[in-house]
């Protein structure tokens, strides 16, 4: 049998999906978009609206809310749910973790480097005469 194209989630570097909801949408893309600029999270799935159905202080809340899907390694959740904590208009952030029991391995790999820290670069170097070459060792995700 050939090999797999499957990963199976089992270490603090396996892949996660967390959700986070909010009530404005347009904030909700902000901070989703400040935590895959600060690699916290490789992507972000926003969906504009959701409605939520939640007792909150005593009484039945029905609401519009928006609602983030991000991808992340389960080693920086505590991480994103400090940033909750300080970030959020919310008392208490909807945030909500869910492995991801089996996968696409090159798309696993992908959110790994994306949430990995940020590479050192390179100084600049006199040797004109190389050719620049990609890394071939970046995985490469198709598009969205």
Not at 62 to 79: G, I, N, Q, Y
Request: aromatic share 6%; charged share 25%; net charge negative.
């Amino acid at each position: 049998m050939g090999a797999s194209h499957i990963e199976e989630f089992d270490t603090q570097e396996s892949v996660v999906e967390v959700n986070i909801t909010g009530d404005d949408a347009a904030w909700l893309a902000e901070f989703a978009t400040s935590l895959v600029n600060d690699r916290l999270a490789a992507c972000a799935n926003l969906i504009s609206q959701v409605r939520s159905v939640y007792r909150w202080q005593g009484r039945i809340e029905d609401s519009s809310e928006a609602l983030a899907v991000l991808h992340t390694r389960r080693s920086l959740v505590d991480r994103i749910v400090e940033r909750a904590d300080s970030d959020h208009p919310y008392d208490v952030p909807q945030v909500v973790v869910k492995p991801i029991v089996t996968g696409h391995a090159a798309y696993l790999e992908w959110v790994r480097a994306e949430t990995a820290p940020e590479p050192a670069r390179r100084a600049p170097t006199d040797d004109r005469s190389s050719p620049a070459v990609p890394d071939a060792a970046a995985p490469q995700v198709p598009h969205r």
